[in-house]
């Protein structure tokens, strides 16, 4: 004989059994547990990271790495190799009464199998004397004799003493040892006194005596006081 079935309460379904599992989806992190994740992860990586850059600096130096870099010597020729080239080149100097000079120019280069001669561009020098005063000189381009410490101008030479005297030719060869100056082209002085022209001129004594040769020329201002002559 067979239970009655009651309508108004049908059975329950039976439960799943114990080996199905239920699937329930991961618990999805907030904002701030994301960036908490982060910082805590970033506080380990960044000091790990500085040690390693610190590692790989001492340890450049030791390694053999090769790369794929090359100098180009095709481009560079035998003449430029043997040669040193300076920019803003400054020669410090005395001389025999230990008056101190300075030579400098916007560029140096050393004569090939001679380092005591360097051509010079655009040079300029001065030299202060033991009473006070002083000499000055610029020209287009300059050839110095290191060792002998005599400079060859040309082109555009101006000497200048501080006592208002002004000497011009196209070349000069200045003994800065001893503290002379000489040229065989064509030169124009003026000073306060007046204005002299000659074929060659010689500077003695350090600017005290200057001599003019040559065909000479001398035109003096009425009523000015001796300077330089």
Known sequence: MQPA??????????KAGAGSAETTPPPRLSLRDRYSIFVGLMKILLPALATALVLLVVAWPQLNVETNFRVGLSDLSLEDAQSLTMLNARFDGSDDRNQPYRLTADMAVQRPGNEDLIDLERPEGDMTLANGTWLALTAHSGQYHRDQEIL?????????????FELRSESARI??????????????????AGQVSGQGFQVLDRGDRIIFTGKSRLVLFPQAKEAGL
């Open 5 to 14: 079935v009651n309508a108004k309460h049908p059975p329950e379904p039976a």
């Open 152 to 164: 060859d101008l040309t082109g555009d030479v101006s000497l200048f003493h501080d006592g208002g």
């Open 175 to 192: 003994d800065f040892r001893q503290g002379t100056a000489s040229g065989d082209q064509p030169v124009d002085g003026q000073g306060s």
